[in-house]
């Protein structure tokens, strides 16, 4: 008989940990309850934890910078140990709702408006907002130091409409804000950290406007893929890749400007889906600035193509878009795959004596190498070693 009280109370104290996974809970200044774990016992740091029981109905939702332990409950006594919030922890104000497909039986659980984050975060864990559709302002602390990463999926399907990244950040994961409710990004310039936008970061948002720093040097696969909305970007010169699909299903453009330093283009990179059958080009203007008609890692990087079994080589003819690049260069786009597939007619040569003298002075890329020193044609997965004209190198991953 006392084995079974025994074994009843070892499963009934697995209930209890499992039902509550976080470690004390402490109301905010504005009298809401707030979960927490301990991250650090001997630093007294913590991170805002889930609570899949709380449904948190409120305009403001702010977090504080420091919390007191007092056990959870306000009536317990002397307050004892002060914690600092130094992260939003993973699903913390994970919601249910998401609006595709449409389901009666998910119920929004995270309806505030506007989140004030404090200045001690570091870290924004995987899923933290996921589903906080209603999040129209998103404060980042003025004047933060610590953050360093935004966690896979942290804002998908989620505001706000209008962020800037910090350039404090160290780590942006893919998925981070895919199909969120973005209309609006600028990543902050002086960032030494975030050289590359990652895969499907911004998939499917509402994105009308990116403004990239001097510092980006990629965009991954699918990065603003079905960003319907999205308005044609103004890249930063130092750019020399662009990931597969980077910009897939764009609306229609009327001009496109690649830098000189671009390296690789990847499969249907700025191609929208026709009728559900090609991918194409809906671009009235494509600038390509590159004196050298940049590689192509994908026979596909500017649509889709037929091949031609008996002249031996890729066709389709691209039309309905100009190919303008620099002068002089004309023949040569002419005459090299895949950029001999616009119609001669089509391709123009510009002088870019006046663009290029606004550029910033980066190094531009001359040679691609794999870790262990071999000389790559082109880009792959993975590490690259990247050597610049001035004999500089660089790590880039893809």
């Not at 864990?125 to 996921?130: G, H, L, S």
């Not at 090609?278 to 590159?290: A, W």
Request: hydrophobic fraction near 35%; glycine fraction near 6%.
């Amino acid at each position: 008989m006392t084995k079974v009280i025994v074994i009843i109370v070892f499963f009934l104290s697995i209930g209890i940990q499992t039902a509550c996974a976080w470690d004390f809970c402490v109301p905010n200044e504005d009298d809401i309850m707030l979960y927490y774990n301990v991250v650090d016992e001997d630093e007294l740091s913590c991170e805002v934890a889930q609570n899949e029981d709380v449904i948190w109905n409120c305009q403001e939702l702010r977090i504080p910078e420091r919390v007191i332990l007092n056990r959870g409950s306000r009536d317990f006594g002397d307050p004892d140990t002060v914690y600092t919030v130094v992260g939003i922890g993973r699903r913390a104000f994970y919601s249910r709702y998401k609006p595709q497909p449409p389901s009666d039986q998910l119920t929004p659980t995270s309806l505030f408006e506007h989140v004030v984050l404090p200045k001690t975060i570091s870290y924004i864990d995987d899923y933290a907002f996921y589903g906080c559709l209603w999040i129209t302002h998103l404060d980042f602390p003025e004047g933060n130091e610590w953050l360093q990463s935004i966690g896979e999926y942290a804002f998908a399907w989620a505001g706000p409409p209008e962020l800037t990244i910090p350039k404090t950040l160290q780590t942006l994961s893919p998925h981070a804000f895919d199909h969120s409710g973005l209309g609006y990004v600028e990543f902050e310039e002086g960032n030494e950290y975030i050289t590359a936008i990652p895969e499907y970061c911004f998939r499917g948002s509402s994105l009308i406007r990116v403004k990239f720093s001097p510092e980006i040097e990629v965009i991954g696969d699918y990065a603003f893929a079905e960003c319907a909305d999205l308005e044609s970007p103004e890249f930063p010169y130092g750019l020399g890749i662009i990931g597969k699909r980077a910009f897939w299903q764009h609306q229609y453009w009327q001009s496109f400007e690649i830098p000189e330093t671009i390296m690789d283009i990847g499969e249907y990179a700025f191609c929208s889906n026709v009728n559900q059958t090609n991918n194409t080009l809906k671009i009235k203007n494509l600038y390509v600035n590159k004196e050298t008609t940049p590689y192509c890692i994908s026979e596909k990087s500017l649509g889709d193509y037929l091949y031609d079994y008996k002249e031996k080589k890729f066709t389709r003819v691209i039309t309905g878009t100009n190919l303008i690049v620099p002068l002089g260069c004309v023949e040569e786009y002419a005459t090299t795959y895949p950029w001999d597939r616009f119609d001669r007619s089509c391709i123009m040569g510009r002088d870019l004596s006046g663009i290029k003298a606004a550029a910033i002075e980066k190094p531009q890329p001359e040679d691609v190498f794999s870790l262990d020193g071999r000389r790559l044609a082109k880009t792959q997965k993975g590490l690259n070693i990247i050597r610049y004209k001035d004999g500089t190198a660089k790590k880039v991953m893809k």
